[in-house]
């Protein structure tokens, strides 16, 4: 016989507590990141960027999306390399 298993709501925990998915950093960090995507998007005219000797005309909603993508994979590197805490 199979042991039974006890089935619950995707909102609520196994100890049957709420679950934990929208915490208020959660819910933080997605509110900048739509604000920073509306900023972004909202700038749409093209700038004349230099890139060490180039110089590029692009839009500048593309600009600051390739520098928010880059700095969230450069964060994101940062977090994940971060030793581990001694308790």
């Given at each position: 016989m199979?042991?039974?298993?006890?089935?619950?709501?995707?909102?609520?925990?196994?100890?049957?507590?709420?679950?934990?998915?929208?915490?208020?950093?959660?819910i933080?960090?997605?509110?900048?990141?739509?604000?920073?995507?509306?900023?972004?998007?909202?700038?749409?005219?093209?700038?004349?960027?230099?890139?060490?000797?180039?110089?590029?005309?692009?839009?500048?909603?593309?600009?600051?999306?390739?520098?928010?993508?880059?700095?969230?994979?450069?964060?994101?590197?940062l977090?994940?390399?971060?030793?581990?805490?001694?308790?």
């Amino acid at each position: 016989m199979r042991p039974k298993t006890v089935q619950t709501a995707p909102d609520v925990g196994a100890d049957g507590s709420p679950s934990k998915f929208l915490t208020p950093s959660r819910i933080a960090v997605l509110v900048l990141v739509a604000l920073g995507l509306v900023f972004i998007f909202e700038n749409t005219h093209s700038v004349r960027i230099r890139l060490l000797v180039p110089v590029v005309t692009m839009p500048l909603w593309g600009a600051l999306l390739i520098t928010a993508v880059i700095g969230g994979l450069a964060g994101a590197y940062l977090v994940r390399r971060r030793p581990p805490r001694s308790r």
